[in-house]
């Protein structure tokens, strides 16, 4: 099973994408799915792509995004990661 750091750094260049974040599902579906992981929810998903991002040494931190919540509720700030 490949890390996911390493299978959405591989997505990113193949979909020629300079960040990703939460807003971009079909970057972080990918990653995920060629990643091999189990979990079923896609939001779940997106967390855990994010959150690899924001431990591996592949990724830095390229500010935020305002965009609204999961359920579109509220504003947030959703954290951006771009390839070193």
């Known amino acids: 099973m490949a890390r996911i750091a390493e299978c959405l750094k591989l997505e990113m260049i193949k979909q020629n994408s300079d960040c990703v ?8 579906l990918m ?4 990643s091999g992981g189990k979990v079923v929810h896609p939001l779940n998903r997106i967390k855990a792509v994010i ?6 040494e592949l990724f830095e931190s ?7 919540d999961s359920i579109g509720t509220r504003e947030i700030l959703h954290p951006c990661f771009k390839l070193k």
């Open 31 to 34: 990653a995920y799915e060629n």
């Open 21 to 28: 974040w939460a807003g971009d599902p079909d970057l972080c």
């Open 62 to 68: 390229d500010g935020y995004i305002r965009a609204c």
């Open 51 to 56: 959150d690899a991002a924001r431990r591996s």
